[in-house]
């Protein structure tokens, strides 16, 4: 039998500040309201760092933030994704800042994935270059389309905010839950200032 797919409390936790700092002190309640009974247990108790939750406790809270303060299609999923990046590269990507490198951040994925998600498949960039830069999760058919949206919003994020202008088309074009073999995410990049 299959191990349980899992999230970490890193997953969480800065999902969490960003709704309570952007919609408002009682934004939370709202949404652990609006969330199935599996992410309820989990706010139940303290959400540390280290820790590992079932990941369709994740997706409750993912889906539920959307329906809350989202307008029910996922875009607010890719801004807390947004969020989450800028915020990551505060704390464990904090070495990308100071190198300023997209290539060292797309090909660091796999590394940062297994930090996030256990039993999730894997994470790995196939292509790096500016021009075609892609990224894949293989061996994970059960990732929610709520995830999905999050990590394009988180991918952005992260290379915008060490300096880097990527592409308005950025998005994933390959999903398993739409019958593809892996989930990819496709973008193209500029560093700023060099833009023509």
Known sequence: MAEPTQASGRAFLGLIRHVRDRKGADALG??????PEATREVFARPIRVMDWHPYDSFIGFLRAADRVHGKGDLAFCRELGAAAGKRDLGTILRVFVALASAERLIKSCSKVWSDYYRNAGRME??????????VRIYDFPQMDPAHCRLMEGWMISTMETI?????RDASERSCTSSGGP????????TRRGTER
């Open 30 to 35: 709202r949404v652990l309201e609006a969330a």
């Open 125 to 134: 960039a196939v292509a790096w270059e500016p021009e075609d830069t892609r």
């Open 163 to 167: 300096g880097f202008r990527v592409s």
């Open 182 to 189: 892996h989930h990819e995410f496709v973008c193209t990049w």
